[in-house]
């Protein structure tokens, strides 16, 4: 018969023969993301993937858990705020800056944002995108 003490040694047994499968010693900052997928394999498929090329590029990424972005930023000395972290609800977006000193700053998420692209060519550009 199963009962609750025979339970907590199990656990006890088990557990930490899991977690000793990682290797340490050859962890490093090619094997680091091959461990974290691993780890998430049961959860929904949501990421955040930043491409940065260039000097002094800046993305400052505010987000809830279902959001799916994907953002390149080709040049120097460009900046991208995106906040959506107030909502709960699912939002996918690209932001692909290419040139030099773009500013692009997007606040917020509904229904019309979802799936938004936007592609930003040239230097010295400023976008704002409110979604209320």
């Known amino acids: ?21 990682i290797d340490w010693d050859k962890i490093n900052s090619n094997t680091i993301f091959n461990i974290i997928t691993e780890q998430h394999l049961g959860q929904d498929l949501y990421y955040s993937n ?16 279902k959001t799916d972005i994907d953002v390149k930023q ?13 909502t709960d609800k699912e939002n ?3 932001i ?7 500013i692009i700053d997007v606040t917020g998420s509904n229904s019309v944002s979802d799936g938004m692209q936007i592609n930003v060519k040239g230097d010295n550009k400023t976008i ?4 209320y």
Not at 96 to 101: D, H, L
């Open 96 to 102: 692909t800056a290419q040139g030099n000193n773009n």
């Open 92 to 94: 996918k977006t690209s």
């Open 1 to 21: 018969m199963f009962n609750l003490g025979w339970g907590v040694l199990f656990s006890f047994i088990v557990l930490p023969l899991h977690a000793q499968q």
């Open 50 to 65: 930043v491409i940065q090329i260039g000097d002094y590029n800046k993305a400052e990424l505010s987000l809830n858990a």
């Open 128 to 131: 704002f995108v409110r979604n």
């Open 74 to 86: 080709l040049g120097d000395y460009n900046t991208l705020y995106f906040i959506n972290s107030f």
